[in-house]
């Protein structure tokens, strides 16, 4: 199957700081991603949905300006927590979809585990 | 509004036994499902994906069936192995541009 990058898959912050996440899609072209997180032994909760050359949608309740999301390319997306607050420590997966063929299946990355002083 | 349900939330089987983890939806009008695999602190890897149109696709030890009408699919392990041991979770999709909607995942463990 196709093949989604993410970086780091670990980082840990001071509580104020600012961190950049990036999921890159390998061998295919995405139009489309999806930044995802989940808490412990939860389902994954959609965050916002990444168009290339588009501003990003958020779901409800998820904060636009905390969670700042880039798709400049088609196969690079990202996602800056900016001024990290421990309640933000989670894992943060992301997902792409081939724009080619266009069966709809989505690819996941590793995952990037945030953990905020 | 698209509701994915996975019961039971865990499982524990003995090595060799071939099973069942089931996936219902309350609206059958889905583009395709996808079955995927977690391991503890990791992403997600796709195992299964069945279009619309299909009724069940092989990987393997793994078959995946889908009844669109009764808004059910299944995963069958064959064989069951310690290395099957992960969260399996089902998702649906619901359009051509639309978001997944995913199960709270089976937690399953095969014993040695």
């Known amino acids: 199957g196709a093949v989604v990058s993410q970086h780091p898959s670990r980082v840990i912050c001071k509580s104020g700081t600012s961190v950049k996440i990036e999921c890159r899609s390998l061998d295919f072209q995405a139009t489309t991603m999806f930044w995802y997180r989940q808490f412990p032994k939860k389902s994954l909760m959609l965050m916002a949905t990444s168009n290339e050359g588009s501003k990003a949608t958020y779901e409800q309740g998820v904060e636009k300006d905390k969670f700042l999301i880039n798709h400049a390319s088609l196969t690079l997306s990202t996602l800056t927590v900016t001024s990290a607050h421990p309640e933000d420590s989670s894992f943060y997966i992301c997902?792409?979809?081939?724009?080619?063929?266009?069966?709809?299946?989505?690819?996941f990355g590793e995952g990037s585990r945030l953990t905020v002083l | 509004k698209q509701e994915v349900t996975q019961i039971p939330a865990a499982l524990s089987v003995p090595e060799g036994e071939n099973l069942v983890l089931n996936c219902s939806f309350t609206d059958s009008a889905i583009y395709n499902l996808q079955w995927f695999r977690q391991d503890p602190g990791k992403g997600l890897t796709s195992l299964l994906l069945?279009?619309?149109?299909?009724r069940e696709q092989t990987s393997g030890r793994l078959n995946a069936s889908l009844d669109k009408s009764s808004g059910r699919s299944t995963l069958y392990i064959a064989a069951s192995q310690p290395g099957d041991s992960a969260t399996y979770l089902c998702?649906?999709?619901?359009?051509?541009?639309?978001?997944?909607?995913f199960g709270k995942g089976i937690t399953l463990s095969v014993r040695p």
């Open positions: 997902s792409a979809r081939s724009s080619s063929p266009n069966t709809g299946e989505l690819f």
């Open positions: 069945i279009q619309s149109s299909q």
């Open positions: 998702a649906v999709y619901t359009g051509a541009n639309s978001k997944l909607t």
